[in-house]
C-alpha cells in the first residue's frame, strides 16, 4: 500500500529523472547549435575569401571558355534562338488555327483565333435543382 513516504519518494525521482533529462536534451541541442553555427561561419568565410580572393580574372573570358557557343566568338554566324524572348516568339505561333484573311472586308470582320466563333448565352431557368 502506498505511504505519504512513497508517495513523495515517487514523485520526487520522478522530478529527478525529468531534470536530468531536460540538462541532458540542453546540452544536446546547444552542442547541435553550436556546430551548425560554427559550420554555418566556415561556409560565410569560405564565401568571402573566394568572393574577395586575388585569383579573380583581370580581363573577361571568351564565350567558348564561358560555355558559349564558339561559333559567335569566332566570327560565325549569330544564334538565332527566340526561346528567351516571347515578343519573337508570338509572331511565329506553331499551330495556328485560321487563314490569313485575303481582302480587307474579311480581315476587319474576322474574328481572332482566341474568339469565339459563337458568343456566350448563359443558362435560363432553375439552377438549383
Sequence with gaps: MNTVR?????WGSLC????????FAKRSINAD?????E?????KSMIESLEYSDNVPTRP????????????????????DTAGS?????SSDPAPTR???????????????YESSVPYKSPKGDRFS
Excluded: I
Design 99 to 113: 487563314h490569313a484573311p485575303t481582302t480587307e472586308g474579311q480581315r476587319v470582320f474576322e474574328k481572332s483565333k
Design 33 to 37: 547549435r553550436q556546430s551548425r553555427l
Design 61 to 80: 573570358l571568351s564565350s567558348a571558355t564561358m560555355g558559349g557557343t564558339a561559333g559567335a566568338a569566332n566570327g560565325g554566324p549569330a544564334r538565332t
Design 16 to 23: 529527478v529523472a525529468g531534470g536530468a533529462a531536460y540538462v
Design 86 to 90: 516571347p515578343s519573337q516568339e508570338s
Design 39 to 43: 559550420e554555418q561561419r566556415k561556409k
Design 6 to 10: 512513497s508517495f513523495w519518494l515517487g
